[in-house]
């Protein structure tokens, strides 16, 4: 790989983005789209952001496991689990850590506390395109 393929794949894995990724790898404003692209379909440049990205998920104790875990807790949370029958709000420690991964944001209001909870939805959807074939 050259320098600033190594450089673009680089830039690539903190952005995500093809095109800053080449231009913060140097190549023109002009051509960074097209160039970005091309680099993406590259076997070895694909293999180097595959390796690091390996790499970096096992450093952090990510796994395939791990992740779906994390989504069917978002997709099976409700926010029933986190009141009491008259709508107060349950002590923190009454609450399965599992459970608050269902929660976007929580904020306490004048009048109590108000739950955004994450997009279940999405991550039943997200689950059931992983199992329905099986």
Not at 67 to 85: C, M, P, Q, R, Y
Not at 98 to 125: C, E, Q, W, Y
Request: hydrophobic letters at 35%; charged letters at 30%.
């Amino acid at each position: 790989m050259t320098p600033k393929e190594i450089s673009f794949a680089e830039n690539y894995l903190c952005t995500f983005n093809a095109t800053e990724a080449a231009k913060a790898a140097g190549y023109s404003e002009r051509s960074a789209r097209q160039i970005g692209y091309e680099n993406l379909t590259k076997p070895y440049i694909q293999a180097y952001i595959q390796e690091k990205t390996n790499s970096n998920l096992e450093k952090l104790g990510i796994t395939q496991e791990r992740v779906l875990k994390e989504l069917a807790n978002i997709a099976f949370s409700n926010v029933t689990d986190f009141f009491e029958g008259d709508w107060t709000l349950k002590e923190l420690a009454d609450i399965p850590k599992s459970k608050s991964a269902g929660i976007k944001t929580l904020k306490k209001t004048k009048t109590g506390v108000m739950i955004n909870m994450h997009d279940r939805l999405g991550a039943l959807l997200k689950l059931w395109e992983l199992v329905k074939d099986k």
